[in-house]
Structures are given as structure tokens and as C-alpha cells.
T-cell receptor
């Protein structure tokens, strides 16, 4: 089955700097790659997603890139702010009838003011 | 309801007891997931229901864990003979099927503590 690896497990940046989180997946049939943000004590929420027919997607300060050949995708956050501090999870799913989402282990991002 | 509802929000039980956790998905969402999140850890897939298809139980860690779903509504996750390692937050999520269908809406979770 699908396996998603996420790095780094923790990331600390200064406010205003950029942050990059990387994920790799094992199933070449996977075609949907979302990113979820989980603030302390809260439920995970979708922040951005990308499908395998595009290589990059942007939404204000966040962007996701996808390299299907290498089977990896990355989250980029620019001009980081303290409120970006949270745990970020990547995930992948296949186009089978299950559409099952498998998550990475998570990255704890700390943005220092 | 407007969101995914889970109950109980907190459950403290003694080792060896059975527990039931309930999830009420968003109306119209045909897909329902259960994930386990141990303290400071990631989202561990447990089980997935999609419409009338057979559930994907590949993530259930042992035969002490089971889940049921009534049609496209409420789901119950049952843990029998609980062990201390079962202590975690159990998250339920639901989604539509079709294009853009994999956007999950999570519930607030059920925090299980096994003493």
C-alpha cells in the first residue's frame, strides 16, 4: 500500500523567512496530494492541495510543488508569521475507488517572532 | 449538522474494558475515515468507509479494533479489552466522492485514556 515519508519532523524559522517541508510517496498511481495544518489542540484543516496533472499550485504565501517522476512533493511557506506555527501533514491518495488518504508523520513548524 | 461530530470528547477507562467511539459525518458525505493520533505523533489510518463498498480495514492494528457504519451516516469505532497503548486521540473525518472529493473535514476527536 501507499507509504508517505515527511521531512523534517521539526522546523524552526525566524519570522519573515521561508519554510519548506518535503514528502515522498511510494505508490506511483497516487494522484492527489493535500496538505493539512493542525494548530495546537485543534483538528487538522486543509490548507492547499494539488493533483497530479499540475506541477505547482500557489495560494497567497503558500505553494505546493509536485515531481511525479521522483514521487515527491513539497510545501513552501514564504514570509512566515507566528500564526503559521503548527503541525503540517502531507498526504497522498490513489485514484482507486477507495480514495484512501495516507498521511505523513507531520512537521512541527515554529516561527520565532 | 454543519460539521463532523464525535462523542465522547474525552473518555477515561480502565485497562481491559471495552469502549465505543461515535462519529456523525457531514450530511451527504459518503466517505468516512477513522485515524488515530498518539500524543505528538502523526495521523495513523485505521479504517475507511466509502458508500456501500466493503470498508478498507487495512489500518486496524489488531482484532480488538472494529468499526461499523450505518449506511452513509453514523459510524462507531469499538475497541475491546483496551490496553494502555490504545491511549490516543481518535479522529473521524468525512468527505464527498467525485471530483475534489478527497477534501476531508475532521471532527474534534475523541481523546481516549486507558489507565
Amino acid at each position: 500500500g501507499e507509504n508517505v515519508e515527511q521531512h523534517p519532523s521539526t522546523l524552526s524559522v525566524q519570522e519573515g523567512d521561508s519554510a519548506v517541508i518535503k514528502c515522498t510517496y511510494s505508490d506511483s498511481a497516487s494522484n492527489y496530494f493535500p496538505w493539512y495544518k493542525q494548530e495546537l489542540g485543534k483538528r487538522p484543516q486543509l490548507i492547499i492541495d494539488i493533483r497530479s496533472n499540475v506541477g505547482e499550485k500557489k495560494d497567497q504565501r503558500i505553494a505546493v510543488t509536485l515531481n511525479k517522476t521522483a514521487k515527491h512533493f513539497s510545501l513552501h511557506i514564504t514570509e512566515t508569521q507566528p500564526e503559521d506555527s503548527a503541525v503540517y501533514f502531507c498526504a497522498a491518495s490513489t485514484p482507486s475507488n477507495t480514495g484512501k488518504l495516507i498521511f505523513g508523520q507531520g512537521t512541527t513548524l515554529q516561527v520565532k517572532p | 449538522g454543519a460539521g463532523v461530530s464525535q462523542s465522547p470528547s474525552n473518555k477515561v477507562t480502565e485497562k481491559g474494558k471495552d469502549v465505543e467511539l461515535r462519529c456523525d459525518p457531514i450530511s451527504g458525505h459518503t466517505a468516512l475515515y477513522w485515524y488515530r493520533q498518539r500524543l505528538g505523533q502523526g495521523l495513523e489510518f485505521l479504517i475507511y468507509f466509502q458508500g456501500n463498498s466493503a470498508p478498507d480495514k487495512s489500518g486496524l492494528p489488531s482484532d480488538r479494533f472494529s468499526a461499523e457504519r450505518t449506511g452513509e451516516s453514523v459510524s462507531t469505532l469499538t475497541i475491546q479489552r483496551t490496553q494502555q497503548e490504545d491511549s490516543a486521540v481518535y479522529l473521524c473525518a468525512s468527505s464527498f466522492t467525485g471530483s475534489g472529493a478527497n477534501v476531508l473535514t475532521f471532527g474534534a476527536g475523541s481523546r481516549l485514556t486507558v489507565l
